[in-house]
């Protein structure tokens, strides 16, 4: 990033980690960060391929460590379920995320391999630490 694009990013990432669970759209973010749409576009999609941030639904991203963090917990939810699969709704309790953020949430673990979807249950694919490739003291 340049300079400049630093400091716009620590304004976004205070801004997502505050509202980790539940981060503010890129219209909502648009009122507070001094960016315009094609710049804050540009930003994020940057933010993006250097994995700081993941698309979880339009215009909606959280923080890679939010995600990795959460994935802490489906990891730790499909193991004490198998050989059970497990549902969006338990997904939910253990998370404490919205449903309209839980579908969106699971169709990206699904993506980058951590689970995979079977009927209306998910299981574990691949370990977390495979995916995330960090420590679990995220």
């Given at each position: 990033?340049?300079?400049?694009?630093?400091?716009?990013?620590?304004?976004?990432?205070?801004?997502?980690?505050?509202?980790?669970?539940?981060?503010?759209?890129?219209?909502?973010?648009?009122?507070?960060?001094?960016?315009?749409?094609?710049?804050?576009?540009?930003?994020?999609?940057?933010?993006?391929?250097?994995?700081?941030?993941?698309?979880?639904?339009?215009?909606?991203?959280?923080?890679?460590?939010?995600?990795?963090?959460?994935?802490?917990?489906?990891?730790?939810?499909?193991?004490?379920?198998?050989?059970?699969?497990?549902?969006?709704?338990?997904?939910?309790?253990?998370t404490?995320?919205?449903?309209?953020?839980?579908?969106?949430?699971?169709?990206?673990?699904?993506?980058?391999?951590?689970?995979?979807?079977?009927?209306?249950?998910?299981?574990l694919r691949?370990?977390?630490?495979?995916?995330?490739?960090?420590?679990?003291?995220?």
């Open positions: 990033l340049t300079p400049n694009e630093q400091v716009y990013w620590e304004h976004l990432y205070a801004i997502l980690l505050a509202y980790p669970l539940s981060p503010p759209t890129l219209p909502e973010i648009l009122l507070s960060i001094g960016l315009n749409e094609l710049q804050l576009t540009s930003l994020v999609n940057r933010l993006v391929t250097m994995g700081k941030i993941y698309k979880v639904r339009n215009q909606q991203y959280f923080l890679a460590e939010t995600i990795a963090m959460l994935g802490i917990n489906v990891e730790q939810l499909a193991i004490s379920l198998a050989p059970e699969r497990f549902t969006m709704a338990q997904f939910r309790l253990a404490n995320v919205g449903r309209g953020v839980a579908i969106p949430l699971l169709e990206l673990y699904d993506r980058i391999g951590l689970t995979v979807r079977y009927n209306n249950g998910r299981r691949r370990d977390w630490h495979s995916i995330f490739g960090v420590t679990k003291d995220v």
